[in-house]
């Protein structure tokens, strides 16, 4: 299992999470293929909770359905990526 590591701020200052979510992009990128379908799922669900994070601070309507449609997407994302590791962990058994 491999484990990322976000730096965090100065003590005593708040982090930026929208500058967190990016940091743990961007070393997400770096250190596994986008080819791999997990991958691509962790990176579109760190992207819909960037955009979620991002809108939070507004507190109004639009920003709470923005916030539910990042969120669908991230199921979405997730569901499909479970599906298809699932689907070529059986077809890589089927030939075993």
Known sequence: MNTIICPVGTEG?????????HTVRRLVEERYSSEQPLARAALHLIDCATDIVGQLPDGDLDAARGALGSARAAVVSATFAVGRVRDMSAAGADRA
């Open 13 to 21: 200052s708040r982090p930026d999470p929208v500058a967190q979510l």
